[in-house]
């Protein structure tokens, strides 16, 4: 639970958070596959798919966040790129992390679906693997590669839709990236009786993910978020 005080900032177990909240360098990789619509919208709670054709878009993200304002720690991610109100952003189904304070600043600040897991994450040049457990039990293991280099940084800006009390929460990302490659190698095992390994599970993932990418250098300023109705 969150508690605002003047200027914006709000207390989060003692701490105190300010926007924008930022992501000074984290280590990232992703694998994009292509997924019917029907089972992605089975799982965006209300929000439209981002669709070409028939195709929706499923998301698995890993991420090892070395400075950061809510601390260090790893995060595991299941996102879909959707639309909402003629814009198009993501929404994120699944947050596995490994720190309670970040878990309740993402669902305080953000509506950010985080729970506690159990991670151990490995990016390191143009490979990068994944292990997540919850409770003891498997969840899923990823691999990743991506050997392609850009000879470009990025910037670009996001918006993160959740559902919050009263309304669609709209939460914008400004983000930075250098040292990207690209490719089209992933892997993914997947446990049994866990919710995101259901999911996971119930998109029919191709073998073969449309896209990765690995960032060696990730920032981004997370703003407040604003409520749309």
Known sequence: MATQHEYGDREIQGRRVGFPVRIGDAGAACAVYPVRRARAAALTGGFAPFTLGPWAFAVVGLVQYRVNDLGVYDELALAFPVRHGGAVGIHI?????????????????????????????????????????????????????????????????????????????????????????VGIGASLVLGHGHPMATELRSLHLPRRPLLTAIVDHLAFDMHESSLLQ
């Not at 720190?99 to 151990?120: D, I, M, Q, V, Y």
């Not at 143009?126 to 409770?135: I, N, W």
């Open 93 to 181: 189904t699944q947050l596995p992390v490994t720190e309670e304070f970040t878990r309740e600043a993402g669902s305080a600040l953000w509506g950010l679906p985080k729970w506690l897991g159990e991670a151990e994450l490995e990016i390191d040049g143009g490979r990068a693997t994944g292990h997540l457990a919850h409770a003891g039990r498997h969840v899923l293991t990823a691999a990743i590669s991506a050997l392609l280099p850009l000879p470009f940084p990025f910037r670009g800006e996001v918006t993160a839709f959740s559902h919050g009390a009263g309304g669609v929460l709209a939460s914008p990302m400004r983000a930075r990236m250098r040292g990207i490659r």
